[in-house]
């Protein structure tokens, strides 16, 4: 069983950072597609930033390109979001994803999530 527990969310002021992480237990990396998913009040889960299984290819939601990095440290079995130049329209619950095949709004794995509140 495959165990996401992420940290690093908080309340930031519009065009400040916040970096996500994601401790991965119960599986390595190189197994599954990593990525992140956000929902916000009232609106249905979204795709957020993806990493493949080798680490080398990386995607995003159009909107996030460009502001956020997603990476991994295989040592460590951690995922992590760097979100820079953050938006109130940002503000959601992110959750750590896990998934063998394919990153969807539907993954096999996700963790509890992390808040993620942005003021202008």
């Known amino acids: 069983q495959v165990t996401l527990v992420e940290s690093g969310g908080g309340t930031v002021q519009a065009g400040g950072s916040l970096k996500l992480s994601c401790v991965v237990s119960?599986?390595?990396?190189?197994?599954?597609?990593m990525g992140w998913i956000r929902q916000a009040p009232g609106k249905e889960r979204r795709f957020v930033a993806a990493i493949s299984k080798n680490g080398e290819n990386t995607y995003y939601y159009d909107p996030e390109e460009g502001r956020f990095t997603i990476s991994r440290d295989s040592a460590k079995n951690t995922v992590y979001l760097q979100m820079n130049n953050l938006q109130p329209e940002d503000t959601a619950v992110y959750h750590c994803a896990a998934d063998s095949a394919l990153m969807t709004t539907n993954p096999d794995f996700w963790g509890q999530g992390t808040q993620v509140s942005v003021f202008s």
């Open positions: 119960g599986g390595a990396l190189s197994n599954y597609v």
